[in-house]
């Protein structure tokens, strides 16, 4: 039975695209490239000890990471139901299986982080995913995702509305003031040894309660 979901982007990855997204993502040298891409990320961090991604496809980050971070524990959330039942093979997930729009948060963690999501989003919920994003961190929120100084959408594998460039983090760090830019950087597709899809990436830390120390 199929869910009727609130956007058509939503209805999008979940079905039939989301699948074969599936089949052109399982090259094992997107490992290499994805540990080197977090190693970047994670060193700005400390003491996290549990992660949340949000839209994590069949897990490639969360592998990676778990190189980096051999006890973190982890949480992700995914719309796609064959991409699912990948996550669900990786030790030590909590994998739930709904849109980034419906989730209701269990608990926070330290680290929450989306790479390549946003993008995909419907404009007018980001908001809302703002605010998952911020309710569900305790400390840091990092954003891997096309930047472009003003928002456009341009066309995705010959679908219209299906992809969406803006500064993701700009507007985050705008609505939440509490919220600080640790660091950015950008991975480059012609990258000699590590190469990624022309991500940029945003680390941002929640202010801590008075008194503690960071």
Same mark, same amino acid.
Not at 7 to 11: D, L, S, W
Not at 43 to 52: E, L, P
Not at 94 to 99: D, G, L, N, Q
């Given at each position: 039975?199929?869910?009727n979901?609130r956007?058509?982007?939503? *209805?999008f990855?979940?079905?039939?695209?989301?699948?074969?997204?599936i @089949?052109?993502n399982?090259?094992?040298?997107?490992?290499?490239s994805?540990?080197?891409?977090f190693? *970047?990320?994670?060193?700005?961090?400390?003491? !996290?000890?549990?992660?949340?991604?949000?839209?994590?496809?069949?897990?490639?980050?969360?592998?990676?990471i778990?190189?980096?971070?051999?006890? !973190?524990?982890f949480g992700?959330?995914?719309?796609?139901k064959?991409?699912?039942?990948?996550?669900?093979?990786? @030790?030590?997930?909590?994998?739930?299986?709904?849109?980034i729009?419906?989730?209701?948060?269990d608990?926070?963690?330290?680290?929450?982080f989306?790479?390549?999501?946003?993008?995909?989003?419907n404009?007018?919920?980001?908001k809302?995913?703002?605010?998952?994003?911020?309710?569900?961190s305790?400390?840091?929120?990092?954003?891997?995702?096309?930047?472009?100084?003003?928002?456009?959408?341009?066309?995705?594998?010959? *679908? @219209?509305?299906?992809?969406? @460039?803006?500064?993701f983090?700009?507007? #985050?760090?705008?609505?939440?003031k509490?919220?600080?830019?640790l660091?950015y950087?950008?991975?480059?597709?012609?990258?000699?040894?590590?190469?990624?899809?022309?991500i940029?990436?945003?680390? #941002?830390?929640?202010?801590l309660?008075?008194g503690?120390k960071k």
């Open positions: 039975m199929k869910k979901y956007t058509e982007q939503e *209805q990855w979940a079905g039939g695209f989301g699948d074969e997204y @089949k052109r399982m090259d094992p040298e997107l490992l290499a994805n540990i080197n891409f190693a *970047q990320i994670l060193k700005n961090t400390r003491d !996290v000890k549990s992660i949340m991604e949000y839209g994590a496809h069949i897990g490639w980050n969360l592998i990676a778990r190189y980096l971070l051999p006890e !973190v524990e992700a959330v995914e719309i796609n064959k991409a699912i039942d990948h996550l669900k093979k990786i @030790k030590g997930v909590k994998a739930f299986h709904e849109s729009l419906d989730f209701k948060i608990k926070k963690r330290d680290f929450v989306t790479k390549g999501v946003l993008i995909h989003i404009p007018e919920k980001l809302d995913v703002y605010q998952l994003l911020y309710d569900s305790s400390r840091y929120i990092c954003l891997c995702e096309y930047y472009n100084p003003s928002p456009v959408s341009i066309p995705y594998r010959g *679908q @219209k509305d299906q992809l969406f @460039k803006r500064d983090a700009g507007e #985050m760090l705008d609505a939440y509490d919220l600080c830019l660091d950087g950008f991975a480059y597709h012609r990258d000699n040894n590590f190469s990624q899809d022309d940029t990436w945003f680390l #941002m830390e929640r202010a309660p008075q503690e």
